[in-house]
C-alpha cells in the first residue's frame, strides 16, 4: 500500500512530466507545422514534388482540456506565432543548391 506522501510524490512527478510534455508538444508542433508550411510556400512548392500533407486548421493554442490546473495551467504561447516564425526561418535559410 502507498502512504498519502508517495501518491502526493507520484502526483507531483507526474505532473513534471505532464508540464515537460506539453512544452515539447508546442516546440515540436511549431518546428513540424513551420516545416510543412515552408514547404507548401509558392518559392518552394515546385520543387518538393507538390504539396506535403500537413495539419488540418490552425491550432493556435493548448485546447481546454489538455489543461491542467497545476501543472499546465495556460494556453500557452501562440502556436501560430511560432509556426509562422519557423517557416519564415527555412525559407530565409533555403538554398537551391
Known sequence: MATISEI???RATAGARYAAAITE???AYADLAGIDAALN???LAGRNGGPVPTFRGDAD???WEFRH???SPTEGSSLITA???K???VLATFSAA
Do not use: E, G
Open 25 to 27: 508538444f508546442q516546440a
Open 61 to 63: 493554442r493548448i485546447p
Open 41 to 43: 510556400n509558392a518559392s
Open 69 to 71: 490546473p497545476v501543472y
Open 8 to 10: 502526493t510524490a507520484s
Open 87 to 89: 517557416r519564415a526561418s
Open 83 to 85: 509556426r509562422d516564425a
